[in-house]
């Protein structure tokens, strides 16, 4: 479920009405629920503790999905990990209160310079991707007079996900080192002086609403625990990753409650039962996906013979989701629609000057007209995060909200900003 609600003919974050955050922010803006975050949080962490009781289950919110650092707070407070995957993350991780004690590092591509910083700060687990890598950590790590913990992540052949550009766990993919390899590495690994590894990490892809599919990436793992165990190695840590979907085409009254998430702590129980493994998680999209929403106001209408399109002040730069994965956003009107009013088709559009910025195409909404405000819902993952400037738009404010307060965490850019960073060169200066 979400805290997102109608309320005396309007929507509402919590107890705090959405005109008044346009009125004071502007729009577009990001509104984040701070009650929506931690239930999910809260829900998460406990069925995988439930798991295998006695055992720790680390928690690394993943957050590449929304680094605000209002939402980063509140999950470090709530006592969770961070899983990162730049020194900018890493960082941030940092300056948000996450103990350098629960930061994990994935990533396809680290360059010596972010291990290096990773190294330094103390981090938990290092998760390694690539043969290259792990020589460059153990050469970094010893250099700098230390044993860096980490583990490999594989690549299970398994192919999962809601959409072709975001699946990873298939060999065709660019992820993980594979099967094969990871004997010969974990072997080649126990006799480097930088490195000591701690067991495997897998991650198959993201927005999966089905346990099957993680299901055989995970018996995999298990079984490659095992294998690794036999020859003689130790594997004390499995990383399973995040990627579990939550539901973007939400009814009104709808509650998705714990369903899938218990389905899942269940499948992990049956498949690890035994196994004596310390377990990770990295999710990112279920904790913070619908405890977000993208608000913006109607600019024009631009009617024609076939359909009316709705010209919005938010973009393709603010929301990436619709033009690079056709992703479905539910569109909620801020004016609660009375009931059995009149609906009408609409192209939702930006202002950006491609075709591709198009949130949706015919969809049915109560009819609208310039100033009014309209929610993009779910667009609390890989919404800001994956923003951008282009065509000189400033980055959107973003507002964590929190009972009747609301804060502005990110302001909307300024001018100078966008602008005055750029140098010219001397030639032309
Ligand atoms: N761990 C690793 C190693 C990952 O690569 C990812 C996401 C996660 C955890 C978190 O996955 P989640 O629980 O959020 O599914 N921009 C796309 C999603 C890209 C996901 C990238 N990796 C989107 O908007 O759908």
């Not at 680390?58 to 709530?78: D, E």
């Not at 793992?221 to 939550?246: P, Q, S």
């Not at 998705?256 to 196994?275: D, F, N, S």
Request: negative net charge; charged residues 20%; aromatic residues 8%.
């Amino acid at each position: 479920m979400h805290h997102f609600a109608y309320r005396d003919g309007a929507l509402f974050a919590e107890d705090v009405d959405l005109r008044e955050i346009a009125a004071e922010v502007g729009t577009p803006v990001y509104v984040y629920s701070s009650a929506t975050i931690e239930r999910h949080y809260r829900l998460y962490e406990a069925a995988m503790a439930s798991i295998a009781p006695g055992k720790p289950a680390h928690v690394f919110y993943a957050m590449k999905a929304n680094s605000n650092l209002g939402v980063l707070k509140t999950l470090a407070a709530l006592g969770a990990g961070a899983d990162t995957v730049s020194e900018g993350e890493i960082r941030k991780a940092l300056a948000a209160g996450f103990p350098a004690s629960k930061i994990v590092f994935s990533g396809v591509g680290k360059a010596e310079s972010e291990l290096a910083f990773a190294v330094e700060a103390g981090i938990y687990q290092v998760n390694i991707e690539t043969e290259g890598e792990l020589d460059l950590l153990s050469k970094v790590a010893q250099r700098l007079g230390k044993r860096q913990e980490a583990v490999f992540r594989v690549n299970p052949d398994i192919g999962a996900g809601g959409h072709a550009k975001i699946t990873t766990g298939s060999s065709a993919n660019k992820f993980g080192v594979s099967f094969e390899e990871v004997h010969r590495l974990y072997a080649r690994a126990a006799n480097m002086a930088g490195v000591r590894i701690m067991g495997l990490a897998v991650h198959i892809g993201s927005q999966i609403r089905e346990v099957d599919a993680f299901e055989a990436a995970y018996v995999k793992m298990r079984d490659l625990v095992l294998a690794l165990r036999a020859e003689g190695h130790r594997v004390d840590r499995l990383d399973l990753g995040g990627g579990l979907g939550i539901p973007y085409e939400i009814p009104r009254e709808f509650d998705h409650g714990p369903g899938l998430i218990e389905a899942y702590a269940a499948m992990v129980a049956r498949v690890t039962k035994g196994l004596d493994a310390e377990l990770g998680f990295e999710p990112g999209r279920l904790i913070v996906g619908n405890a977000g929403i993208l608000l913006t106001k109607v600019l024009h209408l631009n009617p024609r013979p076939t359909k009316e399109f709705l010209v919005v002040d938010a973009a393709m730069n603010d929301l990436m989701r619709p033009a690079m994965y056709e992703a479905y956003h539910e569109i909620w009107p801020v004016a609660e629609p009375a009931v059995g009013a009149k609906t009408m088709a609409y192209d939702v559009v930006g202002p950006i000057c491609e075709s591709g910025d198009t949130f949706t195409t015919g969809r049915e909404l109560s009819a609208l007209k310039p100033g009014d405000l309209i929610a993009f819902m779910t667009a609390g993952a890989y919404g800001a995060s994956m923003s951008s400037t282009y065509n000189q738009r400033p980055l959107v404010a973003e507002v964590l909200v929190k009972g009747d307060k609301f804060a502005v965490t990110r302001p909307r850019q300024s001018y100078e900003e966008l602008i005055g960073t750029d140098r010219a060169p001397p030639w032309l200066a």
